[in-house]
């Protein structure tokens, strides 16, 4: 029978790990990520998990351990946040190149310096490009479910995934929690049938040198399966619903019917832009929502046809690409490019470095995007002293002033 | 001591290996006495070229290629999902010096201090040859590479990775060389059979063209590195148990480097010559008084 419990984020995620039957487990503490892998420790420890568990020296090491133990044809887990993440780059490649299902949590934090523990999707996101999949949690039940729901994608397109959650709001915060039924989990997802498993009996060399003749081809695959994981998450995500009781998908709607402004957002800040879009609505504004949970594949045809039509697109981006815009903007942007009756979009950077995004925030935005006629890539919400608005127009490059010594 | 070398080969004829690499001869000795239930991880090394463009492959063992730095996590995670399996298969990592000493150094002291169950081979050509003769931390003082070059050669001594593997106190870690194979084969006889723990293998590995002598001499030289004193054969059980396993006989330094033209600055300069030779005689004396510690009743005999 499922349980019920009051728990955290991050034990969620043990949990979640759990239910996926991981078998092996590798990481390294990093706060706010530290919990996750301190229960897993202990349900490895007793016996509850049946997994190995390798607390080994750095992040990097941690997805070293993963790819080897998935390439050996094990159900590989880990959890980082921020630097780990970081520090991780070069094996998620090696991850994806290998075509190995790994799921990782990543508890989403600010890059230092200066050294910042709080929100921030910077880390996850500066990982873009490297061929994982990405999903964005927003409660403590996604912070497990989706770990499931992931492996149960990653294992049919041999591509991984990661499951981004808010540091602190999510991590750290109790909410209720229904723990599924074991069986339930294994009826939904079946045991890892790994590509290869480096077994003796079949001596193959794997990940060595490919010439020009062949490299192509085996990027065009990854990308292909990409593609094809949009609708298996689809699939999956309708499948968790009927097997486990929540249907998940790729993009979350909220009164979108006949929306005319619509914010767009990710995480766990989406609770509060949604209690916003509820009192605009009672004001009369016909406000709605759209919640990015698949960042990776990016729902680019679905988000063509949601937003097409729009008056105007507010996308709330809790990071900035420094030279461009919040990152978020930039894939809505790009995704609607060409598109006859595509929506100007509005970019809005907020809640850097765990500043709180609350729902008086959204309404801020909110005010702001029905005043201001023309889009711009980045508008900065609550900057000490600055009105929401893009850079500073009369900014000038001043050589810094040398500090004054206090003796 | 004798021992019969096995004559069954397990790896294949024409590998990318250059004429007379050491690294190539190596594995192909390994191999003998590894058994077939087997897995290597590969770090960027020689061998991720030796082994050959896919869909090639010189080994009748399984071998997972990775990045530089990971060799001794990669095999950890192996070992993890076969123990999980409920199988016993011996996971090897094999790794230059670069992926030991340099890069691979923090991985491989994580395994080690986790006692991991595997197996770490080091082939030690004593610089980055795969990219073109660069100083490692294994490039002995007076050495010339692309990157020590004439006008100054390497000053320091090499890393002492055996004085720090034994620090971690391990079950087994032993030096070998293709020079003396039957020395070699039983080392990974000991270390295949010490199961349920870390063991490493420090395996001097000539490198003709980086090392700028004769391929014919390969073998001559890495014999020459033992008996000289500069490349020692013993093992460490533990981490305190030292023996020596094959005794030198005083050849004098000067005709181990006099083969190889990378000690060219080296030759030419007294007072470095000197240096060395202190430094080579401090380690003979630190060694053999662990030997002599280990075994106090058999001093001196073979």
């Known amino acids: 029978m499922p349980e019920r419990l009051l728990l955290t984020g991050n034990h969620a995620a043990a949990y979640g790990a759990m239910l996926a039957r991981s078998e092996v487990i590798s990481a390294y503490p990093i706060t706010p990520q530290t919990m996750i892998v301190e229960l897993l420790s202990e349900l490895t420890a007793s016996g509850r998990l049946d997994a190995k568990f390798i607390t080994v020296e750095s992040e990097h090491s941690a997805m070293a351990a993963c790819v080897g133990a998935s390439a050996a044809g094990a159900r590989a887990y880990t959890a980082t946040s921020g630097q780990g993440l970081a520090l991780m780059h070069e094996m998620l ?15 989403s934090r600010a890059m230092a310096p200066g050294w910042s523990i709080w929100s921030d999707q910077s880390d996850i996101l500066s990982q873009r490009d490297v061929g994982w999949m990405m999903l964005f949690a927003e409660s403590v039940q ?5 770990i499931i729901w992931m492996y149960r994608v990653a294992e049919q397109v041999f591509l991984p995934g990661m499951v981004g959650m808010d540091a602190f709001i999510l991590s750290h915060t109790a909410e209720p929690l229904i723990v599924h039924d074991q069986e339930a989990v294994d009826e939904y997802l079946p045991p890892f049938e790994p590509l290869y498993d480096l077994d003796p009996a079949q001596p193959r060399a794997y990940g060595g040198l490919v010439n020009r003749d062949h490299y192509f081809e085996l990027r065009y695959k990854i990308y292909e399966n990409m593609e094809r994981a949009g609708q298996l998450l689809i699939d999956a995500g309708e499948e968790f619903g ?9 993009l979350e709607g909220f009164m979108l019917d006949d ?32 919640r990015v949970i698949a960042f990776r594949p990016f729902p680019v045809k679905q988000i063509r046809r949601i937003l097409g039509g729009r008056k105007k697109v507010a996308v709330l981006d809790r990071n900035m690409s420094a030279g461009h815009s919040g990152i978020f903007a930039e894939e809505v942007r790009s995704a609607l490019h060409g598109q006859s009756d595509a929506p100007p979009i509005y970019g809005y950077v907020v809640g850097i470095g765990g500043r709180d995004v609350r729902v008086e925030t959204a309404h801020e935005v909110m005010d702001d995007l029905l005043e201001r006629d023309e889009p711009e890539m980045a508008l900065f919400v609550g900057v000490k002293g600055l009105p929401i608005g893009p850079l500073r127009a009369d900014y000038e490059i ?6 004054e010594v206090v003796r | 001591m004798r021992w019969v070398v096995p004559e069954a080969e397990h790896m294949a004829e024409g590998t990318l290996g250059c004429q007379g690499c050491g690294g190539a001869l190596s594995m192909r000795l390994v191999l003998k006495e590894l058994g077939q239930d087997a897995v290597a991880v590969l770090p960027a090394c020689c061998w991720s070229i030796i082994d050959g463009p896919w869909p090639v492959h010189a080994l009748d063992i399984p071998v997972l290629h990775t990045a530089f730095e990971t060799a001794a996590v990669v095999a950890t995670g192996v070992k993890a999902a076969k123990t999980v399996q409920g199988k016993d298969t011996t996971v090897v990592a094999w790794a230059g010096d670069g992926g030991t000493f340099d890069i691979g150094l923090q991985a491989l002291s994580g395994a080690a201090e986790r006692n991991e169950d595997i197996l770490f081979i080091c082939y030690d050509n004593e610089a980055y040859m795969n990219t073109g003769i660069q100083r490692s931390s294994s490039t002995p003082t007076g050495t010339w590479t692309t990157t020590t070059p004439d006008q100054r050669p390497e000053a320091r001594p090499k890393k002492d990775i055996m004085g720090i593997i034994a620090a971690h106190r391990i079950p087994y870690a032993a030096t070998a060389t293709a020079a003396y194979p039957e020395d070699l084969e039983r080392k990974v006889q000991n270390a295949v059979a010490i199961k349920g723990g870390m063991r490493f293998l420090h395996l001097l590995s000539v490198c003709p063209p980086g090392w700028k002598m004769e391929a014919d001499q390969a073998i001559e030289v890495m014999r020459r590195a033992v008996r000289s004193k500069v490349f020692p054969l013993y093992e460490v059980r533990n981490g305190r148990d030292y023996t020596i396993t094959h005794w030198p006989d005083d050849l004098p330094l000067e005709d181990y480097f006099s083969l190889q033209g990378r000690f060219k600055p ?13 430094n080579v005689e401090e380690r003979w004396q630190t060694l053999l008084a662990r030997h002599e510690a280990s075994h106090p009743a058999s001093v001196g005999s073979n």
Do not use: C
């Open chain 1, 93 to 107: 490649h090696w991850a994806v190149g290998a075509r190995l299902p790994i799921v990782l949590t990543n508890v």
């Open chain 1, 242 to 250: 009927d097997v486990l009781g929540h249907k998940y998908t790729p």
């Open chain 2, 266 to 278: 080296l030759l030419g300069n007294d007072e470095m010559l000197e240096l060395v030779r202190g």
């Open chain 1, 398 to 403: 001043r050589p810094l002033e040398p500090l």
């Open chain 1, 259 to 290: 929306a005319e402004y619509v914010l767009v957002s990710a995480g766990a800040m989406t609770s509060n832009v949604r209690q916003a879009v509820r009192d605009l609505r009672e004001k009369g504004i016909k406000a709605g929502l759209l």
């Open chain 1, 142 to 146: 996604e912070a497990q479910d989706f």
